[in-house]
C-alpha cells in the first residue's frame, strides 16, 4: 500500500464530520460519523444564523502559501479532509445530503451507472456521450440518485444561494429540498444576498452559499496562475466586507472548500490512446477523475492489465483492487450505497504527484486544463475550516 497519499479522516477531521456537526445543530444526527473534532453541535446551536460559504477549489496549501495576511487567512482555524475523490461532484454532494460517498454513492465527475447501462456527467446530468441532461428523455435526478437533501432534515429555515446559470439544473434542484433557492449574478451578488437574508431577524437560518468562481480560473489558468490569485484578493476582499456587515448578527460564518488543485504540465499527461494494449483491456472508457480513476476490465485481461501498468506506468500510477481500498474505508464508514462497488471498477488507478491520464472517447476534445483535483495528494485533500462568529 502506497504510503504518499492521504486517505479522508472520516473518524472526526473531514467536511462530512462538518456537516454532522451542522445536522447535528438543528435536529439530524449521523449515525456512522462523529461531529467534527473540535465543533460540538450545541455549540452551533446556539447561533442565530450560520452560514456555510463553500468556495470551491479554495484548497488548504493554497490558502498557506499564497493567502498569508488575508481576512480569510487569519481566521483559518485548522485544516480538514475532503472526501474522496476530492472533487466537485462528489464533495458538494457531501454538503448537500450530508453524507459520505460511501452512502451517498457518487464517485467523480464521470460515473457508471448500471441502473441506466450508462456513464454520466454527474452535475451536468447527461451521458457522457451526448450533451442532453437526462431529465429531458423523463429519468429524473430525484429518482435515479435517491437522495434526501440535507436541508429536509433540519429544524431551521434553510436557503440555498448557487449562480444563476446553475440554480435550475437537474442536480441541483434534486437537492433542494424545503430550502428557498437563491440565485446570483456574481461574487457581490453572492455576498449581498447573503447579507440580506442574515438581515431577516425572525427566525433561525441555515444559509449555504456555493461560489464556483476560484475553481474555474484555477482549472483554466492553473491555481499559481497571477489570474487566479487577483480574484482570490477580490474573494477575499468582499469577505472582509461580509464580517463588517454582519458584526453583531449572531452569525456564524464558516468557509470551507471541495477539494484543492495540483498544476499539471503538458509532459506529464497519459494519453490512453498512446497505451492500446492497456486500452484493449477495458470493457468500457475510464471513469472517474483524471486524477483518479476507475478501471473496468475484461475478466480474462486482468493479469495483463496489471502488468502493463506494473511494467510500463508504474512511475505515474498506483495501481490497487477497487474492493481492497472499498475495505479500507477510502469512501467511509459504514453500510456502503448499494451500488457503490459497481461506481468504482475493478481497479483504482491513483495518479502520482503531477500526472494525469486521460481516456476520451468518441468526439471528446482533449482536455486544456491546467489545473486538476481528485487525487489523493495532500493538495488536493487538506481543505481549510475558516470560522468567523459574529
Known amino acids: ?21 451542522i445536522t447535528g445543530a438543528y435536529g439530524w444526527h449521523c449515525t456512522d460519523y462523529p461531529v467534527l473534532d473540535g465543533l460540538a453541535a450545541d455549540q452551533l446551536a446556539e447561533t442565530h444564523n450560520l452560514v456555510l460559504l463553500v468556495v ?36 458538494v454532494t457531501t454538503f448537500l445530503t450530508g453524507l459520505a460517498p460511501q452512502q451517498h454513492g457518487l464517485t467523480g465527475w464521470f460515473t457508471w451507472f448500471r441502473e441506466l447501462g450508462s456513464v ?42 448557487c449562480p444563476d446559470w446553475l440554480a435550475g439544473s437537474d442536480f441541483n434542484r434534486a437537492h433542494l429540498g424545503r430550502a428557498e433557492l437563491v440565485a446570483f449574478h456574481d461574487l457581490d451578488d453572492c455576498f449581498m444576498r447573503i447579507t440580506e437574508i442574515v438581515r431577516l431577524k425572525q427566525h433561525k437560518k441555515y444559509i449555504y452559499a456555493y461560489w464556483p468562481g476560484f475553481d474555474r480560473l484555477a482549472h483554466t489558468e492553473g491555481v499559481a496562475s497571477d489570474v487566479t490569485h487577483q480574484h482570490f484578493l477580490e474573494l477575499d476582499s468582499r469577505f ?42 477495458l470493457s468500457i472508457p475510464l471513469c472517474g477523475e483524471q486524477r483518479l480513476s476507475y478501471a473496468y476490465v475484461h475478466h480474462g485481461k486482468r493479469e495483463q492489465f496489471e502488468s502493463y ?73 487538506a481543505v481549510p475550516l475558516i470560522r468567523v462568529s459574529l
Open 1 to 21: 500500500m502506497a504510503t504518499d497519499f492521504v486517505f479522508p479522516d472520516y473518524h472526526g477531521g473531514s467536511i462530512v464530520n462538518l456537516m454532522c456537526s
Open 56 to 91: 470551491d477549489g479554495l484548497g488548504y496549501d493554497y490558502l498557506i502559501r499564497y493567502g498569508d495576511g488575508s481576512v480569510l487567512h487569519q481566521h483559518l482555524q485548522r485544516s480538514i479532509t475532503s472526501v474522496a475523490p476530492p472533487t466537485t461532484a462528489t464533495a
Open 120 to 161: 454520466l456527467a454527474v452535475l451536468p446530468f447527461k451521458p457522457r456521450c451526448s450533451s442532453e441532461p437526462l431529465g429531458r428523455s423523463g429519468v429524473s435526478a430525484e429518482s435515479l440518485l435517491g437522495h434526501i437533501p440535507v436541508f429536509d432534515r433540519l429544524q431551521v429555515t434553510s436557503y440555498s444561494l
Open 240 to 281: 472582509e466586507r461580509l464580517i463588517d456587515d454582519l458584526a453583531g448578527s449572531g452569525t456564524t460564518v464558516i468557509v470551507t472548500a471541495d477539494h484543492g488543485f495540483v498544476d499539471i504540465m503538458d509532459q506529464q499527461r497519459i494519453r490512453l490512446d498512446e497505451h492500446p494494449a492497456m486500452k484493449a483491456c
Open 309 to 381: 501498468i506494473n511494467d510500463h506506468l508504474s512511475h505515474a500510477i498506483w495501481l490497487h483492487r477497487s474492493e481492497q481500498l472499498l475495505q479500507r474505508n477510502l469512501f467511509g464508514l459504514g453500510e456502503p450505497h448499494p451500488e457503490l462497488l459497481s461506481r468504482i471498477g475493478d481497479y483504482i488507478l491513483i495518479q502520482k504527484a503531477g500526472y494525469v491520464i486521460h481516456d476520451p472517447i468518441l468526439g471528446e476534445k482533449p482536455s486544456q486544463m491546467i489545473g486538476f483535483h481528485g487525487g489523493l495528494s495532500a493538495q488536493e485533500m
